[in-house]
Structure formats: C-alpha cells, structure tokens
C-alpha cells in the first residue's frame, strides 16, 4: 500500500492519535531527470511510520539533527511532508490541515513568544486564534494560567519574564484550547532542575484533558533521563528513522535480551603472569565464550573482559568453575556480569548503522 | 475571519506596543506637516489640500515599508512564526490579516492629518470632495505598497533586507513605468503608463474618483496580498 | 510502488515536483486573474468627480460650444511629446479626454513631432491644409502682386512728377520777380524741400515694395506659403504717406490752376494744372491699393500662423466648406496658442493650476469659432490719430480672445477714415451680427477737435440707429465747466446718464495710514445679470470708473441693468477735483496741498448720496423703428482692457497669476452678450473659482506652521511614551 492510495482512506479514530504512514521530508533540491527522479539534499525524516496513542506520555528520543523537530514539524502541518500521510485524530495534515492544526496544541522549541505582550494578552491572543468562544475564553485562560502557576505573571509583560516562566507561557498557550494532541518540542531545555520537575510533572498531568479525557501528548527530547522519567513509551529516532520503540523497561530488556552483557572478571593482585594466563586460556575454552580481553590494573591486578557469544546463556557459573579449575588457591577478587543501561541501549541504537531492534510500533 | 481579525487586531496594537510604531507615526506627522506648512499654508494659495496629497505618495514610498517591514520578518526571525503557521489559519488569512493590521496603522497615522483639513476649515472654505477623494487615494495607495511590504516581509527573516527591497521595488516600479512609457512604442508604453501610480493619485487628489483606479489599487493589493499567502504556503513545502 | 522496498526517493521526487509545478501554476493563475481584472476594470470605469464645483465636466459654455459642432472636426495636436511636462501632457490629455467624449464628431490626432515620422506626417499635413485653400491662396498672390505693381508705378510717378514740378518752381520764382529777387529764394528753398519731400515718398514706395517682395518669396515656416497678409501689410505706410502727400498737392495744384492767386503768371498756372493732371491718377492708383488690399480678406491659413510652430500646433480642423454661404458662415480651420495649451517643460511652473482650466477655455473657444452660425464683426471705433489694425497692440489679449472665439475684428479709426471701412457694410449686408468697441477721446489741441466731433457724432448716430455697443467711458473735465462732454452725453438718449465729472475714488484705513487709489477692484459684480455671473469671484479692476446712473425720466422703451456694481460707503466718492490727480500716481497724492477726502465740497453733485455706484451697465432698448432690441453695454472705465490689465500679473508666492481675471471676461462677455449669442455667456472654465487661503501675519503662520510641523509629532510621541509609562 502506497502513501497516495492512503491520501484518500477516511480513517475514523474514536480516540485522538497521531498516525504517520511512511512520512518522508526532503530539505533540499530534486531534480527530476530521465525516467526517475535523482534527490539531492538531506532526507531529515525517512519512511517513518508510527501511532501515537492517547492517555501516555510517549516521548520522541533523538540526538540533535536527528528529524524530531521535522517530524514534529510535519505532525503541526507547518511543514508539508515530502511523501506518507499523517492524521491528526483522523484529519489528514495536509487535505484537512485546518481540522488538524485545530485539534494541536503545540510548544515549539525555545516557544517563541512575542516579548511585546502582555501574558494574558497573548493568551487572549491565541484563544482568538483557535475559536475559544468568547464566553468560555476567560475560563480556559484562567485554567491555563492556573495549571502553568501563571496566575502571579498574568500582568507582565512576556520580554521581562525568565526563560522558565516564559517556557510555561507558552505551555499554558498550547493548553488553551483544550487540545486533543499536546505535542511538545523539547519542553525542559534551559529549564533549571527544578523547573523540570514541575514541567514533568504538569507534562504527566496534562494526559488527562481533552476532548474525549484522554489526550495524545507527544513530548521530544534529546536528554535521555528526561524522556525515561516522563514517558511511557518511548520512540528513539536518528537519522531521519525511527529506531526503537517501547517503554523504557522494554526497550532495556528488550536490549538485554538481544544485546550481549560483558563479563568482568578480576584477579588478585600480584596473582603470577602464569596463573593469570591459565585463568584466560580456561575461561577462552569454555563454551559460549567469543573473546577474552586481558588488562592490567594499576594495583597489579588484572582485568579479563569476557565477551559470550550471541547465544550463550548465564556464564557467571561457567567461569568461575573454569577459573577456578584453572588457577590454584583464590585467584579472583571479582566476577560480575554488566547488562547495558538505556544510555548505552540509546547510543548502541543511534550509532548502529541499521536498527536490529524489531520496532513494536511500525505499522506495516 | 476571527482569526484573521485576532490578528489585525494583535498586529495593529503590537506596533503601539513597540517604540517604532510612535516613532514612524511621529516621523509621518513631522514630514507631512512640513509639506502642508511648505506648500498650503501660504497666503493665496488655494485652499486644498491637492499639492499635499501629491507629495504624500512619495512619502507614503518610504513610510509604507517601515510599517510593513516587521509583518512577517519579525516573526520569522523570532520564530513566532511556527506556533502562528501551526494555528489553525489559512495562509490567506494570516496575510489579510496582517496587512489589515498594518492598514489600520497607517490609517492611525492618517488620522491626525485631519486637522490639516480643520486648520484649512478654519481660514477658508475648502472643497471637502477633493480632500475626501484625496484621503480615499492615499489609502488606496497605501494599501497598494503596505501589501508589496507583505510579500517582501515574508520572504526574509531580516526586516532591513525587507525594507530596501519594497523600497527598491516601488521605487523602481514608478521610475521605472514613468521612463519606459516615456522611450516605449505605444501598446507597452500604455501598460507601463498604467503600472504608474502618481498620475492615479494625482486625479484622486484633483477630486476624481475613478473606478478604474480605485479597481487598480484594489486589484494589486489583493495580488500581493495572494502571492504573499502563496509565499507562506511554499514555505511550507520548503 | 508495488513492493513496500520500492524507492522513496522516487516518490517524494514526484511529490516536490508536484508542488513546484502547482506553485508555478498558482502564480501564472494569479498574475492572469491580476492583469484580467485590471484590464477590465480600466476600460469599463467610471469617473466620478467629487469637487463641489465640479470643476472636472465641462463648463457650460464648452458644453454649449459643442452642441453646435455639427460637422466633424479634427483635433490635432502637434508637438515633441519629450519636451513638455508629463503632468502637463496628462492634463491636456484629461482635457481633450472630455471633449472627445462629449462630442463624437471630435475626433482626436496627436502627433509626436519628436519623431520624425511625426514630422513627415506633421508638414504633409501643414501642406494639405494649404491645398484646401489653393483658390484662396492663389486670388492673395495675384491680389498682392497687383497691389505690389500699383505701389511701384505710383513711386514711378512721383519721381516723374519732380521735373513739372521744378518747372512749376521756376515759373513762381520768375512770377515772383525773377531769380535775384528777394522772395526768390524762399520759393526755391521751398520748391527744394517739396522734391526732397517726393524724393523720400518715391524711395519710401520702393522700399516697401522691395520688403513686400521679400516677405512674398519666402515661405512662411512651417506652411509652405509666404505671409501675404504681411507682404500686403508692408506696402501700407508708405501708400498711406504718398496718398497724403498726393493729395495735398493735388489741392494745390487745383488751387493754383483754378487761379485763386489772381495776379499768378499763365506759365505757372498751365504747369499747375499739367501738374495736377499728373497727379490725379496717381493718387487714385495709390488709393486703389489699400482698398483692393481690404478687399482680400483675411486668410484664414494665414491668421493662425501665428499660432504655427515649426513642431508644435494644436489646430482644430473642419472639413472644406461646401458652399460659398457655407464658407461665410463657417470657417474651416482654427488654431490654439500651444505655448498655453502645452507649455514647454522650462516653461512650466507659472499657473500651474489653471493650465487645465486655460487649456479647456482655449479649445473652447477655438471650437467655437467652428461652430455654425454668422460670424460676429467686432469692430473698434476709435479717434486716436493712427491704426491699431491689424496687431491690436495694447488691446492683443482681448482681440485675440475674440478672434479665437470666431468673432472678426476689425477698426474704424476715426480720425484717419472719415468713412466706415467697406468690411463693416460687407458685414452688414451679409447680415452677421456687428459689435461696436467705442473708445472714447478727449484732447485739448485744437487739430483734434475735428475728431473729436466725428467720434461723438459716429458715437451718437450707432446708438440712434440701434446698433450693438459697448461703450467706454473716461473722466471729463467738461461737465465741470459747464459745457457737455460729447463723449457720453449722447447715452442720455438711451436712458444713461455718466457722470463722467465725478469718477469713483476711494480710501482705506491701515496701520500705515490712509491710502487713497482711484481703482475700483470687485471680487463680487453686485449684480445678477448674465454678464455678472460670469465675473463672480473673480477680480475685476477698473480705475477711474465714471458712476452711471439712469435719466428721469426714462425714455420709453429702455432697461438699463447694473453689471458692476460698487457698495455705497463713507469710503467710496466720486471725486470732482481729479484733473491733477489723474496726471500723478496715487502714492503721491498725498503731497497734494489738499488731498483727496471724502465729503460734500468735492463730491460736487452729490453722486455719494444715491446709493451703490453703478460702474458699468447693460441697457436693453426696444423701439418701433429699430429692427430688432438694441444692446448697449456701458463700462465707466477705459484702461481696463488694455494689456496692462488683462495680463497684469501678480507673483502670490513665487507663482504668477493674472491678477484681474475679471477683465477679460467682461469683456468677452460682454461682446459675446452684444453679439446676440447669449447662450455663450456663461462662466468659462478659466474663472471656476478656487477658496484660497488668506492672508496671515508672518507670526500666525509661523506659529501655525510649527505646532502642525513639530507640535504634532511631539505630542505622538509624548502620548508613546505616556502610554509606555501607564501600561508598563
């Protein structure tokens, strides 16, 4: 099923998602020549395809430069996407861009705001701007302004205002219409500590709300614990595609179980050359063992770093027994066996040429 | 429409907000009094306000682009632009309704000219149908340039750059029409003629309404204010 | 597309070329609406005109000019479209835009002589209209080579006259007492400076004759004729010296031959009469010429020569008469001063303002002349001692204005022709209507009395007789004498009494004092009949204005109606004493012993007490011995027509603008009024009355000027920095 036959499926959602079917964005030039079609410039998202399902927080993980801010872009319609579909709540972004924009509630990057205004000017702004009826206007400003701890700054004008407070002005702008889709772009950049915590904490809050009580919120991010502390599923994108998906504990189990742990295994100090090299010869010969690596510590100890093979189960046991069989007396002073954090699952993924992580979330 | 209004209306009152919008409204008055001191206000001279109305146009080359430098350039510069092209607004709405706000300034800075037309009231009896036909022109005419400052503000995030190039462009354009109906032979020299705006504002300001130039203006502001939506939309495709 | 793996690329290449290709297509879409709709837009419009006095449609009078076009006629308007004002240029085009739109027998030609395809088609058609008038051309050259001819055969005779004349000499010196006699030499002396005298007339002829040859061969650039009116013209002083001095000796000679000197030797009184023989038909061949000159007219071609550039004309063209009553009737041809319609662009700048009024008043009035209908004959009587015909000097504006309006003019001086000139019984007997200028005169050297007298006597018998008049007036010393002043005593027969003893002075009050000035200038004629509306608002100057008032009782038959009338107040008196005032200007009036006052002593007749001054009146008069109502306009004033006063100007502020519009209008007017062509009074497009600002004192302007220049903007800014504060 190509992107074009989609253009035209009327796809009903009872509940607000966000759906990219095989969305691709192209900055750059194409210039067509004979037959097909040669592409130069730089393809920011490729072939991504995902769902974004209300009541979680899912949080879009990615280096800098790795098309969240385009795919975020795309989903708001301010960018039109080079190829694929994207359905806000059912309404294509592109054919029925007004009903999609209309349903987003959006905090840009570094949300620009106009420093000239006054906040609740503003806000009355941006309420006009999305068709708050009039007599409902001063409620939601006021639950905006409420939600976001607004209330003290609601008289000052934005410019005089710190970057946090202004960060929150802008939340408080995306929030007004009561949207069905809350997409946040890096919402805690240059915030304090702090701060974050409150942005986490409104951010967890604000999946309820909506339309229907349960709202897509979509936040990105480039920092890794913020996303592991705030969300519920996360989407790791680099280079354009999208690489995991899951929640966190999914994505570290699922790297666990996949990816190979490392075992440690250090001697005593001023254990012999001899019985060192025994103890690496008899741990290399054991089964499921791919690759032992020796290093010598300051203090005199040596470190065996022991590599499994893909397939090999728990060594912990088989290498105690084969150092133990190999080296007379107490040779060791510690075996452990690491399994890779988030951090080192995110940065296996972004720096793997090619995911070998089956995506939960892909449509096909 | 309550969109494109919020924004009229947000647009207008931004440039109240900044030091710029007093400063322009100030500079118009000081210039347009000087042409009214200068050229009216001497004894003998008929009591009208034709010769002011004829210098005004060639203020208005420079004043319109000073309100309409910042429409767009501002917000591309501060990113303002993007929680704006995300909102639910058509592009043709953003751009009308930033042109009205711009339109509605200058009709603010209009505004005080009119003791102009008290102090002519108080020393003599002047014809209020060429002043009203003349003041119908300048607006028509601003409209004109403020919606070419909109396209030009939408095309760079540098309010500079988009200030010389509507300079440039309706400099040229005037100087450019009036020289090649000059040198032209007759069917392109009649076009040309027609793209020159000072022989319109001056039938305006002799007390002609003329449909046809009341049509003109009206058709190019909605030209540039179309491309100006078409401009927004290609940035999107970017 | 049909496998999931097939390119991307592919596709959004399409899709990008999609959108290029749809923005293209949006742009030529919206550059097509854009053009269409003003191209529509252009051409089905409207033009509203939002001026109070509509001073954008055509004034009443354009619009009755061309109700009465009735044949087509071609506007041609030559000139280097790079040479004059682009302003000026759309001006004139507005203008020409409106009559062409109004009349569609007008049909409009511009050539652009800044090129020379322009030039080529300009003088083909300078030589077209030359072959229009092939006949006419041809009848001046025979005409003017004949008066040529005549005028060199009668310098011949008078040379050939000198040798009877010497003998005649010899004989009254020999009757005298021979050549060593006493009176002898007086009579040679005599005999001396009359040959010296006939000497000068022969050589006086042959100088004519010589310029009239040469202004006959050459051409008159643009027009491919000589200026015959001109190579006619030349001849002219000399005839009229030799046709003197002819005539006076023929007296002479008949005096001498009919032996009025009794005891007059035979042999003298046979040369007189030889002599007188001689001289006879001379002075009749040389008589002839003037009158064969008259004869020929005025060609048409030729009397807008003038207004014929080498590049530059605005000529209005009717097609060739049909008939010869067509060709009295209706002249083919006109031209307007281009230096007025489309001034060059070093000379633009004066009377900006009034350019478009002028230009629409010009081509008013040059289609006018067009226009069907008798030709009016204006004719200016006068007893000055010399012509004004045909250059009208001092009286240019105003005779040009009528001539451009299809009128004739022509003179009757009085004083040189003692009967009026055939044109005016021509005239009279082809029925066009005749309008008669009287200039009055007034001198104390006895020869002029004789002048005197016909002028009044002439004045007299055309206001008996019924004819149209516009008759001047000037102040009189007579009736202080006594005696009548026969300049205006002949108006009380048509119910005019002109106080010619007591013109109208007045004084002002202002900080410098009193001033006093003899000229009467209205802005508002006072009066309401069809000749005031054309001057309301417009400023009128007439000094030394004669007060009129009407005779009780009236004689039957007559309506007099104030024209120009001046309020009656304390500061307004007809001053009887103005003998001496007259010959000094007014700012030294008051070196005067006794200055010009206000009160009872000087207003002698007591004018002051009878209400407002009438100074110039229409007098309507019906009688059963007139054929139809006689018109009589009287203007208790002379110098206001002069050039002086219709092309006084004032610079207001660096630009020059006729300081008396009122003036000319009153004079076209009232000719028109007289002519019988009533629908033609109405206001031209020239006087549309424009509020000015008044004046100010140098400190109200300038307080004025500066709270508008920096009070204004200050207080702007004051407000942005006030609201600045308030809202933080």
């Not at chain 1, 800098?64 to 190829?83: D, W």
């Not at chain 2, 709405?93 to 042109?99: C, M, S």
């Not at chain 3, 000139?79 to 004059?84: H, L, P, Q, R, T």
């Not at chain 3, 008043?361 to 006068?382: D, I, M, N, W």
Request: overall charge neutral; proline content about 6%; charged content about 20%.
């Amino acid at each position: 099923m190509g992107p074009a036959s989609g253009v035209h499926q009327c796809v009903y959602a009872p509940d607000p998602m966000i759906q990219a079917d095989r969305v691709s964005k192209l900055f750059g030039r194409a210039t067509p020549s004979t037959g097909s079609s040669r592409v130069r410039g730089v393809l920011a998202v490729d072939d991504v395809s995902l769902t974004i399902e209300p009541g979680v927080v899912t949080g879009l993980l990615g280096p800098n430069g790795a098309g969240k801010t385009t795919l975020i872009r795309m989903m708001t319609s301010y960018l039109t996407p080079s190829a694929g579909v994207i359905r806000i709540c059912g309404h294509d972004s592109v054919l029925a861009s007004g009903a999609a924009r209309a349903s987003i509630g959006y905090l840009p990057e570094s949300a620009p705001v106009y420093p000239e205004m006054r906040v609740e000017d503003f806000l009355a702004y941006r309420a006009r701007i999305f068709c708050v009826p009039r007599d409902k206007r001063k409620a939601a400003m006021d639950r905006a302004l409420d939600r976001c701890s607004l209330a003290d700054v609601r008289h000052r004008r934005i410019g005089q205002l710190s970057k946090g407070y202004r960060q929150r002005v802008g939340l408080a702008a995306a929030i007004l219409h009561d949207p069905a889709v809350l997409i946040l772009d890096e919402p805690s950049s240059g915030l304090d500590p702090s701060q974050i915590q409150a942005m986490r904490a409104l951010v967890r809050d604000l999946t309820m709300g909506g339309p229907t009580g349960k709202r897509v919120v979509l936040l990105s991010s480039h920092i890794l614990p913020e996303v592991s502390l705030t969300c519920d599923r996360v989407l790791i994108i680099a280079r354009g595609r999208i690489r995991a998906d899951g929640t966190p504990e999914q994505l570290v189990n699922n790297a666990a179980s996949t990816s190979r742990s490392e075992y440690v295994l250090e001697t005593l100090a001023g254990l012999s050359e001899s019985a060192t090299g025994a103890i690496s010869a008899g741990v290399g010969g054991l089964p499921g063992v791919e690759s032992v690596h020796v290093e010598v510590l300051g203090d005199g100890s040596r470190r065996l770093k022991i590599r499994p093979t893909a397939e090999a189960g728990d060594l912990r046991e088989a290498i105690a027994r084969a150092a133990a069989a190999s080296a007379p007396g107490p040779a060791l002073r510690e075996l452990s066996r690491r399994t890779p954090t988030l951090e080192e699952v995110f940065n296996g993924i972004v720096e793997r040429p090619e995911s070998l992580v089956p995506a939960s979330g892909v449509a096909s | 429409m309550t969109r494109t209004w919020a924004i009229a209306t947000r647009e207008y009152a931004s440039f109240f907000r900044t030091p710029l919008g007093w400063i322009v409204a100030a500079l118009f008055l000081f210039l347009s009094g000087l042409v009214f001191a200068q050229q009216t206000l001497r004894p003998g001279e008929p009591a009208s306000l034709r010769s002011f109305f004829g210098v005004w146009w060639s203020m208005l080359v420079f004043i319109a682009p000073s309100i309409s430098m910042r429409l767009f350039a501002e917000e591309l510069r501060t990113g303002t632009i993007e929680p704006l092209m995300s909102a639910p607004v058509s592009e043709a709405g953003l751009a009308t309704g930033k042109f009205a706000g711009a339109l509605m300034f200058l009709m603010t800075c209009l505004a005080p000219t009119l003791i102009y037309a008290g102090v002519l009231e108080a020393l003599s009896r002047p014809d209020y149908g060429p002043i009203a036909a003349g003041y119908l022109g300048v607006v028509l005419l601003g409209m004109m340039y403020l919606s070419v400052g909109l396209l030009f503000s939408s095309l760079t995030s540098s309010q500079t750059l988009a200030f010389m190039l509507t300079l440039f462009v309706l400099i040229l354009s005037e100087v450019g029409a009036t020289a090649a109906a000059a040198r032209l032979d007759e069917p392109w020299a009649g076009i040309a003629r027609s793209l020159s705006v000072q022989p319109r504002i001056a039938d305006f300001a002799r007390g002609i309404i003329d449909t046809g130039h009341v049509s003109f203006f009206l058709i190019m502001s909605a030209f540039f204010i179309l491309s100006t939506a078409l401009a927004l939309r290609v940035r999107r495709w970017h | 597309m049909s496998t999931p793996t097939a390119s991307p690329s592919a596709i959004r290449g399409d899709a990008r070329l999609s959108y290029a290709v749809q923005a293209i297509v949006l742009i030529l879409v919206l550059v097509a609406c854009t053009g269409l709709a003003i191209t529509l837009t252009s051409t089905v419009r409207t033009r509203i005109d939002a001026t109070a006095t509509r001073e954008h449609q055509l004034s009443p009078q354009a619009l009755r000019v061309l109700e009465r076009i009735y044949v087509p006629v071609r506007i041609v308007i030559a000139a280097d479209m790079a040479a004059s004002n682009a302003s000026d240029r759309l001006r004139l085009e507005d203008v020409l835009d409106k009559f062409t739109r109004a009349n569609s027998r007008l049909e409009l030609r511009v050539l652009d002589t800044g090129s020379p395809a322009g030039i080529e088609e300009y003088d083909s058609l300078l030589r077209s209209l030359a072959d229009d008038e092939k006949a006419a051309i041809a009848r001046h050259r025979e005409g003017i080579s004949a008066a040529i001819a005549a005028t060199g055969q009668t310098a011949d005779g008078v040379r050939s006259l000198l040798p009877t004349l010497a003998l005649l000499g010899d004989a009254l010196i020999e009757h005298a007492g021979g050549a060593g006699s006493p009176g002898a030499e007086q009579i040679r002396a005599r005999f001396n400076e009359q040959a010296a005298m006939y000497r000068l007339v022969a050589s006086n002829l042959d100088a004519a004759v010589k310029r009239s040859n040469e202004i006959m061969a050459r051409n008159l650039d643009p027009l491919p004729l000589p200026q015959l009116d001109q190579a006619g013209d030349a001849l002219r002083p000399a005839l009229r010296d030799a046709i003197t001095s002819l005539t006076r000796m023929n007296e002479e000679m008949d005096r001498l031959a009919r032996g009025e000197i009794r005891e007059l030797l035979e042999t003298a009184r046979t040369r007189a009469r030889d002599l007188a023989t001689l001289v006879a038909p001379l002075r009749d061949l040389a008589a002839r010429v003037p009158i064969d000159l008259d004869a020929l007219g005025r060609l048409r071609i030729l009397s807008i020569a003038q207004a014929i550039q080498r590049t530059r004309a605005c000529l209005l063209i009717a097609p060739p008469a049909t008939s010869i009553q067509d060709a009295q009737s209706r002249p083919t041809l006109t031209a307007v001063a281009m230096d007025e319609l489309l001034p060059l662009a070093d000379q633009a700048g004066a009377q900006d303002q009034d350019r478009r009024f002028r230009a629409e008043e010009l081509l008013t009035a040059g289609l006018a002349s067009l226009a069907g209908g008798s030709r009016p004959l204006v004719v200016f009587l006068h007893a000055y001692p010399l012509r004004l015909s045909p250059g009208f000097e001092e009286l240019q504006r105003v005779s040009n204005s009528i001539f451009l309006r299809g009128m004739e003019v022509t003179e009757w001086a009085i004083g040189l022709d003692e009967k009026q000139p055939a044109l005016i019984s021509a005239a009279r007997s082809a029925g066009r209507p005749i309008v008669w200028i009287c200039f009055p005169f007034e001198a104390r050297a006895a020869d002029a009395a004789p002048r005197v007298a016909r002028l009044a006597d002439a004045m007299a018998a055309l206001a008996r007789d019924g004819e149209a008049m516009m008759v001047n007036l000037q102040p009189s010393t007579l009736p202080g004498t006594g005696a009548d002043d026969p300049m205006a005593s002949f108006l009380r027969e048509i119910g005019v009494d002109a106080r010619t003893a007591t013109p109208i002075v007045q004084q002002s009050r202002s900080a410098a004092g009193r001033w006093v000035d003899a000229a009467s200038v209205l802005t508002d004629p006072g009066a309401d009949h069809p000749i005031s509306l054309t001057l309301r608002s417009l400023r009128t100057r007439i000094a030394w204005a004669v007060p009129i008032r009407p005779v009780s009782p009236m004689p039957a038959g007559v309506r007099i109606e104030p024209v120009l009338r001046l309020p009656a107040t304390p500061e307004v008196w007809g001053e009887s004493e103005f003998g001496p005032l007259r010959q000094v200007p007014p700012e030294r009036w008051p070196d005067f012993a006794s200055p010009p006052t206000p009160g009872g002593v000087r207003d002698l007749l007591g004018d002051s007490a009878q209400g407002d001054w009438t100074i110039a009146a229409a007098v309507t008069r019906s009688s059963p011995t007139l054929p139809r109502d006689q018109r009589v306009l009287i203007v208790g004033g002379l110098d206001w027509l002069t050039d002086t006063q219709t092309l006084a100007g004032e610079v207001v502020e660096g630009r020059p603008i006729y300081a008396f519009p009122g003036n000319l209008e009153l004079f076209i007017a009232g000719t028109t009024w007289l002519a019988g062509q009533d629908d033609l009074v109405a206001r031209t497009g020239a006087s549309a009355s424009i509020s000015t600002i008044p004046s100010l004192s140098a400190g109200q302007r300038s307080a004025l000027a500066w709270s508008l220049i920096a009070g204004l903007p200050v207080l702007v800014l004051l407000s942005g920095a006030a609201w600045r504060l308030a809202r933080g």
